[in-house]
């Protein structure tokens, strides 16, 4: 069965750092591309950021709120991705999903998806 | 303000047919880029509905379908279901952005 399960988020002050994974199973993690998808409390849901596959180069591209703050890493003797976030602002408070993108160039979509881990962040 | 428009709520009572608008510009639905439609239900997380702006993936109901004109698109639900009950979103591809972007969600409530 192919499965994603977020970890890692915690409550961060404001300007803090943080790492969430999101560990694979039932496939290799690097042959997939990969997007982040965050919700804030009682919100819509927002485009991250992703990665390639490493066949397709294993490149990164984010959104302009998070673009220069957050990256995205592959470990893959562990099958796990992970979203490095720095100078975290309180209005990046959300759940964050990890979903594999699937589908025809840019008409792709979030195939199948973790279960979120929630990122706090306040002082 | 999100870049693709949804109704906030709809509503209907089991059996009924109710329908969910998305509606975007020519940067992305218009451009024409794919619609797909997801469902959250309470406390969980996004789950794919409707792919390819009318393609169910396997395991999803064929009371629900999709369709797509121009700049906009509707997911349908023929006949409503308690279980049903749950927030709706539509996704497409937007080429100014060069990001995914979605619809800001229809909570669609069962009577």
């Known amino acids: 069965e192919v499965k994603l399960v977020e970890s890692g988020g915690d409550l961060v002050k404001p300007g803090g750092s943080l790492r969430v994974a999101c560990a694979a199973s039932?496939?290799?993690?690097?042959?997939?591309?990969i997007a982040w998808v965050r919700q804030a409390p009682g919100k819509g849901l927002e485009w991250v950021g992703r990665i390639k596959s490493q066949r397709d180069g294993g490149t990164t591209a984010f959104a302009a709120p998070v673009n220069g703050r957050f990256t995205i890493s592959r470990d893959d003797s562990k099958n796990t991705l992970y979203l490095q976030m720095s100078s975290l602002r309180t209005e990046d408070t959300a759940i964050y999903y990890c979903t594999i993108m699937r589908g025809p160039g840019a008409n792709d979509y979030g195939l199948t998806w973790g279960q979120g881990t929630l990122v706090t962040v306040s002082s | 303000q999100s870049v693709l428009t949804q109704p906030p709520s709809v509503s209907g009572a089991p059996g009924q047919r109710v329908t969910i608008s998305c509606t975007g510009s020519s940067s992305n639905l218009g451009a024409p880029y794919d619609v797909h439609w997801y469902q959250q239900l309470p406390g969980a997380a996004p789950k794919l509905l409707i792919s390819?702006?009318?393609n169910r993936p396997s395991g999803v109901p064929d009371r629900f379908s999709g369709s797509k004109s121009g700049t906009s698109a509707s997911l349908a639900n023929t006949g409503l279901q308690p279980e049903d009950e749950a927030d709706y979103y539509c996704q497409s591809y937007d080429s100014g952005l060069r990001t995914w972007v979605f619809g800001g969600g229809t909570k669609l409530t069962v009577l």
């Open positions: 390819g702006n009318m």
């Open positions: 039932g496939f290799t993690i690097n042959t997939e591309w």
